[in-house]
């Protein structure tokens, strides 16, 4: 089986929802799509995760030095607006 990727998990978490508010499932079919709705949803918060921890934005200033900065989406459409 090949690797689960965020993006793979979204789409097949996007049709799982779409499955569900069709109705036309039984219970225990609903249950398990439920479920496998959740794991795949805390496969993607984790994903989240991870990648908000790396996308630590490294920054050089005028002397060189490497310096860490936590991402903010905020400052990121403030920097692109200017």
């Known amino acids: 089986m090949a ?7 979204m789409k097949r978490l996007e ?9 036309d499932l ?6 398990k799509k ?3 709705g959740v794991k795949l ?3 993607c918060s984790n994903k989240l995760d991870e ?3 790396k996308v630590s934005i490294l ?13 903010s989406p905020e400052s990121s459409e ?5």
């Open 15 to 23: 049709a799982i929802i779409q499955e569900l508010e069709g109705g």
């Open 26 to 31: 039984s219970l225990d079919e609903a249950l």
């Open 51 to 53: 990648t908000e921890k």
């Open 34 to 36: 439920f479920q496998e």
């Open 78 to 82: 403030d920097d692109s607006t200017a």
């Open 59 to 71: 920054l050089k200033d005028e002397e060189g030095n490497v310096h860490e900065q936590p991402f």
């Open 41 to 43: 949803s805390k496969f």
């Open 3 to 9: 690797k689960q990727t965020f993006e793979n998990a």
